[in-house]
């Protein structure tokens, strides 16, 4: 690129603001303007103090200068800033979950789809877990032959921060199988191959948060695409005792091997995270995936210099997020 | 007990007569008689040279000092038998599964319902496998709160031993999900503590056979019990380079924490197996369990010199096979 993708940020509401944000700065582009609530806006504008904070998000949208639109808002409020960025000819980039419906989310489809800029959702437990990253290419050499299926275990820490009043409630978070799971389905889509797929069965639960009755704590979900088949799991249990916000697992099954990641923890194993299990026909081996290089910021800046997406990752993303959200509509709530 | 139980065994077309038979005999029992293929009776008698072979099941089934009678014929003939046992006021020791369909299984169970003797079936991979047993002891005692959800793997290596036709027939072998799978119904049905369950989703698949037209070389099923869900995979993937037969593991997940249990190997890490995996508030944590003594036997003896079952452990298993046949009949099989 000869000039830098000039970005801002609207909707700070979810710390995946600060790492998208620096993902896509340490990738070359450079952050011009955010806006945000003033309490997180302050700490963002410390963090990252070159930009300018809006105290209105058309400062950001109208900006022709700005080529990409970021945004961590609460989940409810994303499409609309979406279609808004999109209709201007911007990219956006959006954090998980990018709607909380699959209504809204076909319109955020249609305004990508209309203006053919990129609209990329922030899957970070694929795009920033190194371990998974080259889990990926490992699948895609036929490293363990087809893959039959994917389960991934997405469980997560719920205390590790006060968490505020949209988070409790699922009609404004995605709920827990629109949210946190939309991380496994593009999983289950990108290891699998899939380009199409269904949700055979889905269900969430509320077992330890009494309290918060719309709240749901565990949910999961059975899905099939045309490639192969796929479990999802998601909670908020995670105890004190991990030591991490949460023991994210994948694993994936082949017809002449498996890969086991272990993202962020080997539990009262070796130390750190981007641990990579692979058993072939001819052994068993631990990679430390630690040091691998991420792609996906200055992919994603290319995409945006050049105005168009990947089509098949496109494509991927918004069904990744389409069964997240199916998932969560046709879940059953367990007792 | 005063006199030792006095066993015969009917059947050992698979392995797993000879574990059944040196357990029995660890716990003290006393192996009268044996009936099998001449083959198979061949090897058996050299290994337990004390007891008498068989030319007719009847020998067995007609000795009124013969209190146990342990089966590990072809799946599809083990219903006979143990009604025969069952009928003439035998216990019945049957390893999994216990029937090919579920109405052969009712049948079963009425029989062991008139008599009142006990009928055990030989879910080896809980009953046999210390870091399971382990589990189960501390779930029972609180350590994680409440069971929300087991996710069990059973994956096993296909090409260990020659396999005989019926393996590859799913109407002799009770299928995978009937087979392999009513071991994670057995664990999903002891962990989460549930008396009743259904299964809500159930596949199938022929993925790497595609000389064997009606072999199942993959299955899961999603189950909701009363008290906790559960999700089981099995495959006959397992490739040489593991080292052992399959990366057999379960992991519960409860509302203060979670347990895995990573029973025959620990993947490029610790040697041995029996290895269980403790997070709860307070600490992440390796348990080795292969030096704990295994129950199982001997309070099965218990039970057969008594004349009665445990209640709900008896329920227990004709409920986990059947849920394991369940799901093999409404099974989607998959392209």
């Excluded at 990253?133 to 205390?159: D, K, N, S, Y």
């Excluded at 889905?202 to 479990?231: C, I, K, M, W």
């Excluded at 168009?308 to 509509?329: I, K, N, S, T, Y």
Aim: glycine share 10%; with cysteine.
């Amino acid at each position: 690129m000869d000039e830098p993708v000039r970005f801002g940020v609207i909707g700070l509401a979810h710390l995946h603001a600060f790492a998208m944000t620096g993902l896509l700065r340490e990738a070359g582009a450079e952050l011009v303007a955010f806006h945000g609530e003033p309490a997180a806006a302050d700490g963002f504008g410390k963090l990252f103090p070159g930009a300018r904070t809006c105290s209105d998000p058309a400062e950001i949208l109208d900006d022709p200068t700005i080529g990409l639109v970021v945004c961590a808002d609460v989940p409810d409020q994303r499409v609309r800033t979406g279609v808004a960025a999109l209709e201007r000819g911007k990219a956006f980039f959006v954090d998980k979950p990018a709607a909380v419906s699959t209504r809204e989310l076909a319109e955020l489809r249609r305004a990508q789809e209309a203006s053919g800029r990129p609209c990329a959702i922030f899957f970070s437990e694929r795009l920033t877990s190194r371990a998974t990253c080259r889990a990926l290419t490992l699948v895609q050499a036929g490293a363990i032959g087809e893959v039959v299926e994917t389960v991934g275990f997405g469980p997560h820490q719920v205390g590790l921060a006060p968490r505020p009043e949209w988070f409790y409630e699922p009609a404004r978070s995605g709920g827990i199988l629109g949210d946190l799971a939309s991380h496994q389905m593009d999983q289950f889509l990108a290891f699998t191959d899939s380009t199409e797929a269904e949700v055979i069965a889905a269900q969430v639960a509320n077992r330890s948060h009494p309290d918060r009755a719309s709240f749901e704590d565990f949910g999961s979900a059975l899905l099939r695409g045309d490639r192969g088949t796929g479990y999802a799991r998601v909670d908020w249990y995670t105890p004190a005792g991990l030591g991490v916000w949460g023991d994210g697992r994948l694993t994936v099954l082949g017809t002449e091997g498996t890969l086991e990641v272990r993202k962020y923890v080997d539990p009262a194993g070796r130390p750190g995270g981007d641990h990579l299990l692979l058993v072939d026909s001819n052994e068993t081996r631990h990679i430390d995936c630690s040091r691998d290089r991420l792609a996906f910021a200055s992919n994603l800046l290319t995409e945006v210099a050049r105005g168009a997406p990947d089509g098949p990752a496109q494509a991927r993303a918004f069904l990744a997020q389409h069964l997240a959200l199916e998932a969560q509509a046709q879940a059953v709530r367990l007792p």
